[in-house]
């Protein structure tokens, strides 16, 4: 009897490994299922193949209501995707805002997730200068988290002036460099330019709530359409009407 509980455990975990079934939506439905009887395992297996979904997911009511341990689990993830390390950021806000007082001791474990360095150094600088929504200030005015910002100002600034001239230098970069995400790319993001566009902004909170409002506006397959964005910066098709758009080269590496 013990065997043949045994085979059909393994026969589940065999089911369950599949990445076509169970990714994106389905491995969130999945998820919110596995927590309710505490296996831990399959938790992490299902948050760890959630990556175009993540934005949709941060728009929904079911993140707001996911516990510190479940977000800085998704946060930690190589594989989630968005536009931009920003976004990763705002998400934070987001949730610490939902129940400020209650959640702020969280708060410094949901930054270290948060990959400063992989961030444009002017909004890190402008990030701790001209914050002026109260939701931001209380988090960039805690010393530790400002600490994490200017050491990822030093990062970037290193990063670069030195380029590749000093192999003592690339050393200290190598052992610095954050993990890339999965990045992705969706053309109604208002915000997501090249540095060299003229419509380039300030990625404040309020433009990112917005950009949550038309995923909802959309609905729960609005990830579906996202592109990932294989392309290197440069390559990015940027200000162009949606029509005219070209499809990412899918050799391009990000």
């Keep these: 009897f013990i065997n043949h509980i045994k085979e059909l455990i393994n026969q589940c975990w065999l089911c369950l490994d599949d990445r076509v079934r169970f990714r994106e939506d389905t491995a969130f439905l999945l998820y ?33 209501i996911l516990s510190a341990r479940e977000v800085c689990v998704l946060l930690s993830s190589n594989t989630i995707g968005v536009n931009s390390e920003t976004e990763i950021f705002m998400s934070v806000v987001n949730w610490l805002s939902h129940n400020r007082e ?19 150094p002017w909004f890190l600088v402008t990030l701790t200068k001209n914050s002026e ?3 931001i200030e209380h988090i960039v005015n805690n010393a530790e988290v400002r600490n994490m910002i200017n050491d990822s100002i030093t990062y970037t600034a290193i990063q670069f002036y030195y380029g590749e001239k000093r192999e003592d230098v690339l050393l200290f970069l190598e052992l ?3 993990m890339q995400r ?17 419509h380039l902004q300030y990625v404040t909170y309020e433009p990112f709530l917005e950009y949550l409002e038309i995923i909802l506006s959309i609905g729960i397959d609005y990830w579906r359409n996202l592109e990932m964005a294989k392309g290197i910066e440069k390559n990015m098709q940027c200000c162009v009407p949606s029509d005219c758009r070209k499809p990412a080269d899918p050799n391009l590496v990000r």
């Design 32 to 64: 919110l299922e596995a927590r309710k009887y505490c296996l831990e395992s399959l938790e992490q297996l299902m948050l760890m193949r959630i990556c175009k979904f993540f934005l949709t997911l941060v728009a929904s009511k079911e993140f707001l």
């Design 102 to 120: 209650e959640r702020k001791c969280h708060m410094l474990d949901l930054l270290r997730c948060v990959r400063f360095s992989l961030m444009p």
């Design 133 to 135: 929504c109260p939701e």
């Design 176 to 178: 610095l460099t954050p």
């Design 182 to 198: 999965q990045w992705v790319f969706d053309k109604e993001c208002k915000y997501h330019h090249r540095l060299e566009c003229p």
